[in-house]
């Protein structure tokens, strides 16, 4: 777009409005190869079309013509450019752009394939049809044929890669052109030509495949092939899915043709790509994509079908065969989606009985019996007169199956028939049918329906609803379970609760407001769950919790003899729990029993073999007496009580003649922790506060001032 305006000086500030747009478009450059057009848009940029003229005067009319978007070989919509050679009065082009072919030996290659109309059955041209490959070095003046096909050539309908050496044309610009004619005679051939992939490059060292194809595709492989345009042995292959842009990356490296595809996902759409390997880094482009999707899988119970969707996953329809035949021509019916019995437009299937020519079918996917122990079929049916709520009749040799194959449609078993004598509600009814004959085998199910050779006045709408293929419901009941706490009333208990039959999923509620199947950490007591199915049903269960083992010990203690004598003794016995036991004392030791033991308090935490321990038994030894009083003329000495708790010691001393006197209370690291004198004394009654002294060993010296003796007693503090 151009636009104008005036300027009349003034530093662009008289300026006129501007006059526009104009618009005009650039003619098309010349191209330098590589140059790759995939007919993905039609026309292609700077590709032109003429309606009229023979190569010998090349083409008329350019800017429309016949040929137009399709799918390759009739596979899809679009990807290639498609024309139709039916008549007598085609003449019609289709022109490349313009290439300078300097700087190399270029080729020129395209896929080509050829069809029945509208169809991928294979043929051949009519007597006098002819499609030429064409090329000009003197920008369309004149034209000279690279190939010509005629009713002698063998175009495959699957398509062919064909390849041009472009060395005679060095240094040139060209144009190609694609020409279609249907000749004089009126043959009667209808065929489609296709063109696709249409490159110019120099020729590659690993040449690119072509014809790559899906087979055998099941619900989780496939097999593809191609065809080697080179001298490659291995190829890459990639799978993504339908319409996902591919990565570049292989999935599958270095393989061979064909290559089995695994591990696919049923009912679901792939794209592949393939190119050839042809090692050292030296690879072709990839080939694609080439479209497939997988078969549909068996399905397991609990399978379910409620017509809600507007296609039915792997359902399929047939509108011809009889019990005899089984169902044919599948793919299309007159079954269709609908209200349930005329309420609404969607939610059910219906088909309509009215005439003398139906004989439809309705057919189930496939269902995986083998690994069930029990299995029903069950779904809701519905009569009325035709689009109304009504109810109706079937006519006198109208006729509704459902039936049954356990042999991949070979053979058909009635599972129940309707006709004109058996009523089918016009609200609904539910039906349930047991399938214990059919348990272990994969099964398919059909509804067939039959309007008799009788052109009967009834004219009935029949539905079905929610179909499901299930294990027969059992009454809701459950169990519970659990463990004991593993030591006395701690929180180790567990209890688990199990339902059976009933509706899955379940759903548990503990009297501790626990929501789990199974709840843990408990102290000894009862507990209950409430579970609920999915219909709503409910059942109670309830586990007590024990406690569990309590390990205690007990025992006897010996004191020292004589002071300092060091040969006090703990004879200590476990008990409850679970033998073998371990020992853990405060002085480090870790056998049951003690000895060689000075004065003191120990306390000892006895394990049983489960981790459950003891509360913590304590033991005092007493120190012995002095064999020799170490102060002279010492009648009487008592030092009570000990062991002594957080109160006061009492020490009360008599002697034969007066004494002078000094009493120490010092640690067991030798501090002085208090001291009283006496003067002149024969009798000594005196307290010492232990409260604010931690548990330990304490010794009580009494020093005689005078002559220096001692005498020293041990205090246990506990």
Known sequence: DVYVRADCGGDDTDVSLYAGPITFVTECDVYAPPYLESFEDFVPECWAEASSGLPAEGPMEIGAGSWAADGFGNVGNSGAARINIYSDFLEDWLLSPTFNLAGGNFQAEFDLALTQFANTNPSVLGSDDEVQFLISVDNGASWTAIQTWTAADNIPAEGQKLIYDLTAYADMNVKFAFFGTSGSVVDPEDNDIFVDNFYVRLPPTCVEVSGVAVTEVTSSSAVVSWTENGDATLYDVEIVAAGEMPTGTPTSAEVSNPLSLTDLTAVTSYDVYVRANCGAGDVSIFVGPISF???????????????????????????????????????????????????????????????????DWLLTPTIDLTASAAAQVEFDIALTNFATTDPGTLGSDDRIYFLVTADNGVTWANLDLWGSTTPVSNTGEHKVYDLAAYVGSEVRFAFYANDGEVNDAEDVDFFIDNFEVNAPVVPLTATATGTAAVCGDEATGSASATAEGGMSPYSYVWSNGEETQEITSLVPGTYSCVITDAAENAVTVEYSVAAGAVVTG????????????????????????????????????????????????????????????????????????????????????????????NQSVNLNASFASAKNLTISLISSTGQVLQTVSFAATQEVNTQFDMSKYPASLYVLRLTDTDTQDVLVRRVVKK
């Open 554 to 645: 007990a025992g006897t203690s010996t004191d020292e003899t004589t002071l300092g004598s060091n040969d006090g003794a703990i004879d200590y016995t476990p008990a409850g729990g679970t033998a073998p036991y371990s020992f853990d004392w405060d002085n480090g030791s870790d056998t049951e029993d003690l000895t060689g033991l000075a004065p003191g308090v120990y306390c000892v935490i006895s394990t049983d073999s489960n981790g459950c321990s003891s509360e913590e038994s304590c033991f005092t030894i007493v120190e012995g007496t002095s064999a020799v009083n170490q102060i002279t003329d010492l009648t009487k000495l008592m030092v009570a009580p000990n062991p002594v708790g």
């Open 293 to 359: 999707t997988t078969a549909c899988d068996s399905y397991l119970p609990d399978y379910i079908e409620d017509f809600t969707a507007g296609e039915i996953e792997c359902w399929d329809e047939a509108n011809s065969g009889d019990l005899s035949t089984g169902p044919m021509e599948l793919g299309g019916g007159s079954w269709a989606q609908d209200g349930f019995a005329n309420d609404g437009n969607v939610d059910a299937y219906r088909i309509n009985i009215y005439s003398t020519f139906l004989s």
